[in-house]
């Protein structure tokens, strides 16, 4: 099983390999590591890592945040795909059948950006609320779920399902080109998007708009 560990480590020489080892340790792989941020002596990363079950996955996370100047802020898995190219792969799925590019797109993000699922709505003329929820991924709970009371821009959101407590751990809403129609990618629980990730959807979000905007 793939799964993603977000920590904060001190910025200084021989932290990453302290972490390393400390997967090793545990019997996990590592896939691959993402610099997320480095600012005020701290950096914020990401760490793929093979597991075998959500136990494996919690002895690793419990092994980092035991270490001194660590710690773990979230946990995500299944984790998103490490090639670098799944949005490259997505774009290409979307415009190879622009007819149905929307509905692509919608069906694709979530594995692509690592969110449960997706959904794609339309905002008023204003572009200040979102007017009908268009459609929505086969993994989504239903159209009412989608509760978004921010204005149209590239943002992550808190957003609450109906009847819950507490809103979902990571919403992103992506403007597909100039307006009026957004992406919004939902993760339940783990972890919230990073600006990164944040930058990259909105660029596939901005692609997609430009080239289905005359369809």
Do not use: N
């Not at 972490?19 to 590591?33: F, M």
């Not at 898995?77 to 792969?89: E, N, R, S, Y």
């Not at 694709?108 to 699922?117: R, Y």
């Amino acid at each position: 099983m793939l799964a993603r560990i977000r920590f904060g480590v001190p910025d200084r020489p021989g932290s990453l390999g302290r972490v390393t080892s400390a997967i090793g340790s545990v019997g996990a792989d590592i896939v691959k590591i993402d610099v997320l941020e480095s600012e005020s002596g701290r950096a914020l990363d990401d760490v793929f890592v093979q597991v075998r079950d959500a136990a494996h996955l919690e002895r690793v996370a419990t092994a980092l945040d035991a270490l001194a100047g660590v710690a773990v802020t979230g946990v995500q898995h299944p984790a998103p795909p490490v090639t670098g190219h799944a949005d490259l792969g997505l774009i290409d799925q979307v415009l190879s059948r622009p007819e149905r590019g929307l509905q692509t797109l919608v069906d694709g993000a979530p594995h692509c950006f690592g969110a449960e699922w997706a959904a794609l709505v339309e905002y008023g003329s204003d572009l200040a609320a979102v007017s009908s929820v268009l459609t929505v991924s086969v993994a989504s709970p239903g159209p009412e779920h989608v509760a978004l009371t921010s204005p149209l821009r590239l943002a992550t959101v808190r957003m609450t399902a109906p009847g819950a407590a507490e809103p979902y751990s990571g919403t992103a809403l992506v403007p597909i080109g100039p307006g009026p129609l957004a992406l919004v990618l939902v993760r339940s629980r783990g972890l919230d998007f990073h600006r990164s990730e944040l930058w990259r959807v909105g660029q596939v979000g901005q692609i997609v708009g430009t080239v289905l905007a005359p369809v």
